[in-house]
């Protein structure tokens, strides 16, 4: 199974709520990570977790959380976000971090805050 | 400065016929892989092909293939019978060896015209 799943695909929020984005994988894959990518640009990284441990933070606002509750599994919750947090957000797994050749990225949450 | 440029923001292709992508770089990691990935309008980032900077042969990949100049730091890709399905956003990334982290060029955005 050579899948990210990201879930849901679309979530529009107001500004005041609390939201959740899933990210799974069962490929083994011991790296993760969030990318924040605005339209017509290119991903922007957010956070990294390496054996579930998070290793990279991109100095990235509190309003965003990460968890990575097992090795499959990799959330971000999201709490009074900003209308200019709408994006895509990508969650990807990696063989190990930083080992791109085996790297895979979900569909994305298309992410709308009003 | 670790840096990737793509310099064609878009490109209209007429179907069947190739197409090159352009991307150079930057890097003074004697180290390092260079990537293309293909997000379609769905979101979904597509690995494509990988040159790693040792690698003495073009890769290959199908349809795609990556025309590596190491002296004037060029990994530029290759479609060759452009189709329909190829119309997407294409992206250059590099990961050079002393950073783990994938660094990502603007984007083209590849329309193929029937």
């Known amino acids: 199974d050579t899948e990210v799943t990201q879930t849901p695909k679309h979530l529009v929020m107001g500004m005041t709520n609390k939201k959740s984005l899933k990210c799974e994988q069962h490929?083994?894959?011991?790296?993760m990570y969030w990318y924040k990518q605005k339209a017509k640009k290119p991903p922007e990284l957010m956070f990294v977790y390496s054996y579930e441990k998070l290793s990279i933070n991109e100095s990235v606002p509190s309003r965003f959380s990460p968890e990575c509750p097992n090795s499959s599994l990799l959330n971000l919750h999201l709490h009074a976000l900003q209308p200019e947090d709408s994006a895509l957000y990508l969650c990807a797994s990696s063989q190990d971090r930083g080992s791109w050749t085996e790297a895979f990225f979900g569909q994305g949450t298309r992410l709308t805050v009003v | 400065a670790q840096k990737i440029t793509q310099t064609q923001p878009g490109m209209f292709v007429q179907e069947k016929e190739a197409v090159t992508l352009d991307c150079t770089y930057d890097?003074?990691?004697?180290?390092?892989?260079l990537f293309w990935y293909k997000q379609p309008s769905s979101g979904e980032m597509i690995f494509l092909i990988y040159?790693?900077?040792?690698d003495q042969q073009n890769a290959t990949e199908g349809r795609y293939s990556l025309n590596f100049q190491k002296a004037r730091k060029s990994a530029n890709l290759v479609i060759s019978a452009s189709q329909l399905g190829d119309s997407a956003m294409y992206f250059c990334a590099m990961s050079p060896d002393s950073n783990y982290q994938l660094i990502w060029g603007a984007g083209t955005k590849l329309i193929i015209k029937p």
């Open positions: 890097t003074s990691d004697p180290s390092y892989g």
């Open positions: 040159q790693g900077s040792y």
């Open positions: 490929m083994g894959h011991r790296a």
